[in-house]
């Protein structure tokens, strides 16, 4: 008999890490009971995490020695400060020193905490250029996003850095959340209260099939582990050429996509059968759809 399916939109992170991992192998470094909390908080009267929000580790994935970091959306929607920032770095540096088979991310933020924003900028800042330090060095790296909260903002960016991103067909990516965008340019410009606008925009479905991600999956831990065993060897080497290759891309989609107003009719502009019918699909038929799936300049 099939196991029951398990939300990874409503697991908490830790309950991510027990799900994804095998049983009882993750050692978590400054646990809760640490009590490192944010030196900040208190002082505006915002009650604090023992573990500020993020638990990093180690653990064993399908029997490999892989780093494990998991941001915890349920408190203050995962933002990054300057403890919760100073954990994901010394847990990344620490990769530089032992050498794990990979580095896994298990992203859910809206990014900087605007309680701690200088300090959760250069927090932020910090994360990219160890965790591209990682890459550097031939460490896989990769960011599973399906949480509630998404992964927008600095850590946008910071999954955007990794070798591979994993997202589910619930999940959403992006640099700006659809708040930040009607804030700053209104609601005339994006309806962060229309849902489905924010997901044909946001979502994984999206962000697949523009190949901003490599993987998509259901919302389901198990796929989620899947898929993350099967990216584990995978690196992409940070040259000139893989450079020059993305921005291309990049130029390539802006003119596929001037004057179109919704995603749907940039999917259309990319060759996308079924254009109109992807936001009712399941994430099997939405990865049957890329055309012709871009050169990600993977190796193993």
Known sequence: MRAARL???????RERIAALFDAGSFHEWLPPAARVTSPHLAALGVPAAFDDGV?????????HRVFVAAQEGAFMGGGV???????????????????PEAVV????????RLHEANAGLIAVSEVMRALLDVRAAGIPTLALIGGANGCFGGMGIVAACADQRIVSDIGRLAMSGPEVIEASHGV????????????????GKH???LGDCEQIVDDDVAAFRAAAIASLQTTRPLTLAWLQAQQALLVQRADLGAGTDDAVALWQALGVAQAAAVPDLGAARVRALRPGAADTGAVR
Do not use: Q
């Not at 638990?55 to 029997?63: I, N, Y």
């Not at 991310?105 to 900087?112: D, I, N, P, Q």
């Not at 005339?188 to 979502?203: H, I, K, N, P, Q």
């Open 7 to 13: 939300s990874y939109a409503e697991c908490s992170a």
């Open 55 to 63: 638990a990093v580790g180690r653990a064993l994935l399908d029997g």
């Open 81 to 99: 400060g300057e403890v919760h920032g100073a954990k994901l770095v010394g847990w990344l540096r620490r990769a530089l020193r032992d050498r």
């Open 105 to 112: 991310l298990l992203a859910e933020s809206g990014g900087v």
């Open 188 to 203: 005339e410009e994006f309806d962060s209260r229309d849902r489905a606008l924010v997901w044909r925009t946001t979502g």
């Open 207 to 209: 962000r697949y099939l």
